[in-house]
């Protein structure tokens, strides 16, 4: 089954860019899709088509495609944004909807 | 306001049934794709189950197909999932999601329930 790879976790400090990436054989012909999820709380969508931003996310927030990896960059990491972030996408069949594993990001 | 408010989830056998449902409002529901994804206790997110706007298209993860069964009440603007067979592995909270259809392709989820939980326990 396909798979999307994400690192488990990373840590930054306030201030400093983090960038968390999301590796899979079909991201060349798929759109990504990013989620930031807080404990307790339901997923909130960030990046959408790779590189797209819902209104209301901070612009901090950017994504970026180069061949089978996807990268989510927060600029300038705030304490706020110590969370768990997915990627997610679709398999070649076009019918399967996958996440990567989540990376835990710390902000020290 | 948009908003997907779940309800349904509780405890329940191994073996058993249960039969989540999804109210939507603030959007035109019937306009939307509608999905269910799952995410278990301490661990990441997985897609269940997605039904296009008019059910005429239905998925469903290999690890639910053959007992899990999505459906829409477009008229009521309700979104269900009828769990069969539960396992243990099938504890989780249930999301209901909607697909805004940026892309012809599956995905992007972008609004969410509070989610409902499932524990399937003896």
């Known amino acids: 089954s396909y798979e999307l790879t994400q690192p488990p976790s990373l840590s930054v400090s306030p201030g400093q860019t983090a960038r968390i990436t999301c590796s899979g054989d079909?991201?060349?012909?798929?759109?990504a899709y990013w989620y930031q999820q807080k404990p307790g709380q339901a997923p909130v969508l960030v990046i959408y088509?790779?590189?797209e931003r819902p209104s209301g996310i901070p612009e901090r927030f950017s994504g970026s495609s180069s061949g089978t990896t996807v990268t989510l960059t927060i600029s300038g990491v705030q304490a706020e944004d110590e969370a768990d972030y997915y990627c997610?996408?679709?398999?070649?069949?076009?019918?399967?909807?996958?996440f990567g594993g989540g990376t835990k990001l710390t902000v020290l | 306001e948009v908003q997907l408010v779940e309800s349904g989830g509780g405890l329940v056998k191994p073996g058993g049934s249960l039969r989540l449902s999804c109210a939507a409002s603030?959007?035109?529901?019937?306009?939307?794709?509608m999905n269910w994804v799952r995410q278990a206790p301490g661990k990441g997110l997985e897609w269940v189950s997605s039904?296009?706007?008019?059910?005429?298209?239905?998925y469903y993860a290999d690890s639910v197909k053959g007992r899990f069964t999505i459906s829409r009440d477009n008229a009521k603007s309700s979104l269900y999932l009828q769990m069969n067979s539960l396992r243990a592995e099938d504890t989780a909270v249930y999301y209901c999601?909607?697909?805004?259809?940026?892309?012809?392709?599956?995905?992007?989820?972008?609004?969410w329930g509070q989610g409902t939980m499932v524990t399937v326990s003896s």
């Open positions: 999601t909607r697909d805004p259809g940026y892309s012809s392709s599956p995905g992007a989820f972008d609004i």
């Open positions: 603030g959007f035109s529901f019937s306009a939307y794709t």
């Open positions: 039904i296009t706007s008019s059910s005429s298209y239905i």
């Open positions: 079909a991201l060349p012909k798929q759109y």
């Open positions: 088509k790779d590189s």
């Open positions: 997610q996408s679709a398999d070649s069949s076009d019918i399967y909807v996958v």
